[in-house]
C-alpha cells in the first residue's frame, strides 16, 4: 500500500470545489447492483468509463451501422464513430458547465451498446417480434447489466445506468420533461446524441448524395449556420449560455434554437431516414434478421451462445435470449451468419468472431 493519499479521496474532495453545486458527486453515488471495494486512484464515475471502453460491445461497435448500411466509402459514420463524437460534444458540453465530466463522458460511451446490426432495421425487427417490444436504450441496460462479462454484467453505479436507461427520446421533446428525474450529467448526453446525429447523418447523407445542401430547410440554416462545424459550435454555445442563465435548474436551449434542431431531425427522418434509398436496404436487413431469427428458434440447441445463454438465464423465454444475441452482432456477423446457414458456399470460409459473454 502507497503512503501517499488515496488519490481517488483527493478527486472527491476535488469535486466539491470545482464542480457546479447540482453536478453530482462521485462520493454520493446511490452505488452499484452489488456492493464492492473502491478503487485507490479511480472515482466510482471514472471506473465505470473504463469498464464501457474495454467491454466487448463497446468493440463490436465499430461494425454496427450508423444510417448507411455497407456504405462505398471509408468516412461514414458507424454506431462506434457516433458514439465518440456524443462523448466529445457532451464532455465539452460538462466541462463548460463545471459538471462531473467523468459520469457523463461514461453514459455517452454506454449508451448505445444496446443497438442492433443493421441500424434502427434491426431495432424494427426485433420490436416486432419480441413480445413487449424492443427498445435499444433498455437493451443497452441489459448488455451493461447482465450481458457482459460472462452475465455479471459490468456492475455500473446507479447514475450511470439511468443515465443510459433515459439517453434516448425518439422523435419525443429533445429536453427533458419535468417529471423525468435525472442528472444534468444525462440531460447532457440526451442533448449532445441529438446534437451528434443530426450533424453527421447531413454530412454522410451529403456524401452519399441524398439531399443537397441547399435542400435544408432555410429556417435551420439561417439560425444554427451553413455548415457543419458552425451548426454544432451554435448549438453547444446556445445549451451552455442558456443553462448558465437558468441557474443550472436543468439541461436548456434557446426556444429558437430548440426549434431549428427539431425542425433539423424531422427533416432527416422525412429525407433520409425514410428515404426509398435507404429503406429499401432497411428492407433487405430486415429479411436477413427475420430470416436468422426463425433460424435460431428451430435450431436453437445447435447455437452454443444460445445454450450457454440459456444456462446462465434459465428465466428468460427463448425469444429474448434470440433477442439478446441477435442484437450484440455486427452487421458482418449477421450476415456471415445469413451467409452460413442460408447460402451455399466453398469450403475453408473463416469466419467472424461472433457474439459472446
Not at 453515488?29 to 465505470?48: M, N, V, Y
Not at 448500411?69 to 458507424?78: E, I, K, N
Not at 436504450?137 to 455500473?156: I, M, P
Request: contains cysteine; aromatic residues 10%; hydrophobic residues 35%.
Amino acid at each position: 500500500m502507497s503512503s501517499y493519499k488515496n488519490i481517488r479521496e483527493i478527486k472527491e474532495e476535488e469535486e466539491f470545489v470545482q464542480l457546479s453545486p447540482r453536478a453530482q458527486k462521485s462520493k454520493f453515488s446511490k452505488g452499484r447492483l452489488r456492493p464492492e471495494c473502491e478503487c485507490e486512484i479511480r472515482t466510482a464515475f471514472e471506473r465505470d468509463r473504463d469498464r464501457i471502453i474495454h467491454s466487448k460491445a463497446f468493440r463490436r461497435l465499430k461494425h454496427k451501422t450508423q444510417v448507411f448500411l455497407a456504405p462505398r466509402g471509408d468516412h461514414y459514420r458507424t454506431r462506434l464513430t457516433h458514439t465518440l463524437e456524443v462523448a466529445q460534444i457532451a464532455r465539452t458540453l460538462a466541462r463548460a458547465l463545471k459538471l462531473n465530466e467523468p459520469l457523463t463522458e461514461a453514459i455517452a460511451l454506454g449508451h448505445d451498446l444496446g443497438h442492433t446490426p443493421f441500424g434502427h432495421a434491426g431495432e424494427e425487427v426485433l420490436n416486432e417480434i419480441l413480445p413487449g417490444g424492443f427498445r435499444h436504450y433498455e437493451q443497452s441496460l441489459r448488455v451493461v447489466d447482465f450481458l457482459e462479462k460472462e452475465g455479471h454484467g459490468l456492475n455500473l453505479t446507479y447514475e450511470v445506468r439511468i443515465g443510459i436507461l433515459k439517453h434516448s427520446k425518439g422523435k419525443g421533446p429533445i429536453s427533458v420533461q419535468d417529471e423525468e428525474n435525472i442528472s444534468l450529467e444525462a440531460q447532457t448526453v440526451r442533448f449532445s446524441d441529438v446534437i451528434a446525429y443530426v450533424n453527421h447523418d447531413i454530412d454522410d447523407a451529403l456524401r452519399a448524395g441524398i439531399i443537397k445542401r441547399e435542400d435544408l430547410p432555410w429556417e435551420v440554416r439561417k439560425t444554427l449556420g451553413e455548415t457543419h462545424a458552425e451548426r454544432i459550435d451554435t448549438l453547444i454555445k446556445s445549451i451552455i449560455y442558456t443553462t448558465m442563465e437558468a441557474n443550472w435548474e436543468k439541461i436548456a436551449m434557446e426556444p429558437t434554437k430548440l426549434r431549428a434542431l427539431e425542425i433539423l431531425r424531422d427533416f432527416l427522418f422525412e429525407k433520409v431516414y425514410f428515404s426509398p434509398l435507404v429503406r429499401k436496404e432497411f428492407e433487405k436487413a430486415k429479411k436477413i434478421l427475420y430470416a436468422l431469427y426463425e433460424y435460431y428458434e428451430k435450431n436453437f440447441e445447435k447455437i452454443e451462445y444460445l445454450t450457454k445463454a440459456r444456462e446462465l438465464f434459465p428465466e428468460e423465454n427463448l425469444s429474448r435470449l434470440i433477442a439478446d444475441y441477435i442484437s450484440g452482432m455486427t452487421d458482418r456477423f449477421a450476415l456471415y451468419q445469413y451467409y452460413e446457414h442460408f447460402i451455399p458456399k466453398p469450403w475453408g470460409l473463416n469466419l467472424p468472431e461472433e457474439v459472446s459473454f
